[in-house]
């Protein structure tokens, strides 16, 4: 199949239906003020042309001529992490009339197809390229977390179950929580088989960077990798990857069917012997990813155009669904932390309506910033609920807000969801933090 996601041309009557109502600045249910906005971009921006509405007039006016790429409006582009939490207040309000998330893809595409993606982020496509990770490392360092263990990999073997890890497998800190994974398979008699350093990249940071056809070119190896393997099931360790395949890829007109796709958190749950309670009681604040979250809602691949019905009301033949983000994994990783003696506090903004840390989508290195400014704001909020420990599900949130809380001199303890879960099988995750720390 071809990549079907719209591009700006195609959005156009989109761009121009905004009705400048703000919605997409605020979560729908606003508890204080303090945490009620719902976009990171303009948290750090202020102004409404960091909204999704304001990037979406900038859009409309870019195809007609009226304005010119400046300095300025790139930053204003790529100061966002591609949340999707504008696009999920906006259908509360709004229904599919607008689109702000579909036409953000598409400005970022149009920006860096005309060549104006900010450095940063054409090194990490350049990497993506040639080295297969965005970050210009060695290919061979995929396979050093499982040094020294016996797993079947994708080279040689094949298996009903295919562990992904994803970038992770650069993160030496990550390791441990993976390799435990890999000790929880073998032990529960899992037939799985890992990529190692035949794993490709799932195209997902080209998608949210701009590039498409690279995004396409990666998803396109992914699959036929995937083929291979002879794998049933995938089982996912990246938040980034599960949304990149169920997010994503629709977008680009692909389905990995009829192999099933499920987040360890999911296997977990589903699994709950593998995991054991604590020492103590701890008091633990979730933080919902937003890969994993609303933006780890399955889509379904869709083609079609947008009429006009009484002239006057935009309708999608054939009729589409409308994704409002209710549908990511949001219980699982809660029940995980309660099979473990945690009690959980939670946050203001939650679930779909979860704030971005700031960490993906390119926008911390085009924008340090703007990320950093959205890290701050949820340890914030996190840290007013009085929890011990911010835990999240997905590794880069966790790492970023861990260094953002350093900083900062947060008190409040910052951890990934298997990192917690594997520390409270054989310590306290007090003692297991401190560990961490030093």
């Not at 598409?106 to 990497?127: C, I, S, W």
């Not at 949130?397 to 947060?410: F, I, L, N, P, W």
């Amino acid at each position: 199949m071809t990549n079907v996601s719209p591009t700006l041309e195609k959005l156009h009557d989109k761009l121009g239906a905004c009705p400048r109502c703000t919605f997409c600045k605020w979560v729908p249910e606003v508890r204080s003020q303090d945490f009620a906005e719902i976009c990171p971009s303009v948290h750090h921006g202020k102004f409404f042309s960091h909204t999704a509405g304001g990037k979406l007039i900038a859009g409309y006016a870019l195809l007609h001529n009226r304005i010119d790429y400046t300095p300025d409006f790139i930053q204003n582009v790529y100061s966002c992490s591609m949340c999707g939490g504008c696009d999920t207040s906006c259908k509360t309000l709004l229904a599919d009339a607008v689109e702000p998330l579909d036409s953000l893809y598409a400005l970022r595409q149009k920006v860096t197809a005309d060549g104006h993606a900010p450095e940063p982020l054409r090194e990490m496509l350049d990497h993506l390229r040639t080295l297969g990770n965005p970050w210009g490392l060695p290919a061979s360092m995929r396979g050093e977390w499982f040094r020294g263990l016996s797993l079947k990999q994708t080279q040689t073997d094949q298996a009903p179950v295919l562990f992904h890890v994803g970038d992770v497998a650069f993160d030496n800190e990550e390791w441990p929580a993976i390799r435990h994974i890999a000790s929880e398979f073998e032990r529960r008699g899992v037939d799985f088989i890992i990529g190692g350093v035949d794993e490709p990249d799932s195209g997902g940071l080209a998608y949210d960077i701009g590039d498409q056809d690279l995004a396409l070119n990666l998803a396109q190896q992914t699959l036929a990798w995937l083929g291979k393997s002879g794998a049933a099931t995938v089982i996912v360790y990246s938040d980034d990857v599960f949304s990149a395949f169920r997010n994503i890829y629709p977008r680009l007109g692909l389905s990995l069917d009829p192999i099933k796709v499920i987040h360890i958190a999911q296997w977990l749950a589903e699994n709950p012997a593998t995991v054991a309670a604590g020492q103590r009681r701890d008091t633990v604040t979730y933080h919902d990813s937003c890969r994993l979250g609303r933006l780890g809602e399955e889509r379904l691949p869709w083609e079609g155009e947008t009429v006009m019905a009484y002239n006057s009301i935009p309708v999608r033949v054939p009729e589409g669904e409308l994704y409002l983000g209710v549908n990511g994994v949001y219980e699982e990783p809660r029940q995980l932390l309660r099979a473990v003696d945690a009690e959980i506090i939670e946050m203001e903004r939650i679930r779909e309506f979860a704030f971005c840390c700031g960490a993906g989508g390119g926008g911390k290195q085009a924008s340090p910033d703007f990320a950093r400014a959205a890290a701050r704001n949820r340890l914030q909020e996190a840290q007013r609920t009085g929890a011990e420990f911010l835990v999240s599900s997905c590794t880069a949130c966790s790492r970023y807000m861990k260094e953002v809380a350093q900083e900062a001199g947060a008190s409040i303890r910052v951890f990934g969801l298997i990192e917690y879960l594997h520390a409270r099988q054989s310590a306290s995750a007090s003692d297991a933090s401190h560990k961490a720390g030093e």
